[in-house]
């Protein structure tokens, strides 16, 4: 394994065990820990460290190692406020174009099966993965590129929060699915104010971290 393909290992294992909330915001992180968990050496496993910390998703220190940065009430409302604006927009595009339903159905299907196996098989990471990709689905109907890239520049954001809100009841898990049919409906009919009174309700749910 070369020295990028090693630190780019150590990347992703470590983001994903944050996003997911294996590591709690809070927590400590030793490079060493890492070393061992990977068997990789130090340098792609600090490598590692510095793009996270370049990040925002851990903080790095001389003494203490690194630690997990939590989700700040801050960082909950302001990308909750650019994934509401992004696809109010989107929704308002596609109410305007009208696309048939069939359209709307093809580009939501997917998602939304996904969630649905995952939520009767009880996982939670399948689940938010999915729940992501029905939003990111929803954008693209959009047909506008920069918000779809914008978007995706969100995601990991987005599914640390969803992790979080996600994993505290099962009952917000079914109402959250059950949302996303809604939605899925009235961008069906073109009902940009419907899909937004559900989206407003949906995204409700994450406010409880701002």
């Known amino acids: 394994m070369t020295g990028q393909a090693a630190a780019e290992r150590a990347y992703a294992y470590t983001k994903q065990r944050i996003i997911t909330g294996d590591l709690a915001g809070g927590a ?9 968990e990977l068997e990789l050496s130090r340098t792609p496993v600090h490598e590692a460290f510095l793009r996270l910390s370049a990040e925002r998703l ?3 220190s001389s003494r203490q190692g690194a630690t997990v940065n939590p989700v700040s009430p801050g960082e909950a409302a302001d990308v909750l406020e650019m994934r509401g604006v992004l696809e109010r ?9 009208r696309p048939e339903a069939a359209a709307v159905e093809a580009a939501l299907g997917v998602p939304l099966r996904r969630q649905e196996a995952a939520l009767a098989a009880g996982d939670l990471g399948a689940y938010v993965e999915a729940d992501c990709d029905f939003h990111a689905a929803v954008i693209a109907l959009g047909g506008n590129p920069i918000a779809a890239h914008f978007f995706d520049l969100l995601r990991d954001r987005q599914l640390r929060l969803a992790h979080l809100v996600l994993s505290s009841s099962q009952v917000v898990l079914d109402a959250s ?6 939605m899925a409906v009235c961008l069906g009919r073109h009902d940009a104010a419907g899909y937004g009174a559900v989206l407003d309700l949906h995204l409700s ?3 409880g971290l701002a």
């Open 28 to 36: 400590r992180l030793a490079e060493g820990q890492i070393c061992d």
């Open 58 to 60: 851990i903080t790095l």
């Open 89 to 97: 927009s989107a929704v308002a595009r596609v109410a305007a174009r």
């Open 177 to 182: 699915f059950r949302e996303h049919h809604e």
């Open 205 to 207: 749910r994450h406010q």
